[in-house]
C-alpha cells in the first residue's frame, strides 16, 4: 500500500520560512517523479513544484519561483519543499503526489497522494 505523509506545516510570519517534507512508502520511490500541489480556500489545488526521478530536474510555478526549492532524498524516501520568502497569498494546504512518468507537471499524471500539510502565513 503506497502512502505519502507529509510533515512540516504550521504557522509563520510573513517573510518566513518552512520546509517541508514527504515520506513516501509502498513504492519504488526512485522511479517516481514527486511533485508539491497546493490548495487555497475556495480555490482549486495547483501545482506548485516538481522533481525528476534522479533529482536532475526540477521545475517550479511562476508564483514560487525563486522562493521555494525541491529536493529529494532516494536513499530516505523523501522529498521536501523549502518555502522561503513567505507571503501570505502562499496560505494553502500542501500536498505531495507521486507520478510514475519520467517528468510532469500535470495534476492528473500524479497516481498518489498525501493527506496535506496546512501552511498559514500571517501578514
Known amino acids: 500500500q503506497v502512502q505519502l505523509v507529509e510533515s512540516g506545516g504550521g504557522l509563520v510570519q510573513a517573510g518566513g520560512s518552512l520546509r517541508l517534507s514527504c515520506a513516501a512508502s509502498?513504492?519504488?520511490?526512485?522511479?517516481?517523479?514527486m511533485g508539491w500541489f497546493r490548495q487555497a480556500p475556495g480555490k482549486e489545488r495547483e501545482f506548485v513544484a516538481t522533481?525528476?526521478?534522479?533529482?536532475?530536474?526540477?521545475y517550479n510555478a511562476d508564483s514560487v519561483k525563486g522562493r521555494f526549492t525541491i529536493s529529494r532524498d532516494n536513499a530516505k524516501n523523501t522529498v521536501y519543499l523549502q518555502m522561503n520568502s513567505l507571503k501570505p497569498e502562499d496560505t494553502a494546504v500542501y500536498y505531495c503526489?507521486?507520478?510514475?512518468?519520467?517528468?510532469?507537471?500535470?495534476?492528473?499524471?500524479?497516481?498518489?497522494w498525501g493527506q496535506g500539510t496546512q501552511v498559514t502565513v500571517s501578514s
Open positions: 522533481i525528476s526521478w534522479s533529482g536532475a530536474r526540477t
Open positions: 503526489a507521486a507520478s510514475p512518468l519520467s517528468f510532469t507537471v500535470l495534476e492528473y499524471d500524479y497516481n498518489y
Open positions: 509502498g513504492l519504488t520511490f526512485s522511479r517516481y517523479t
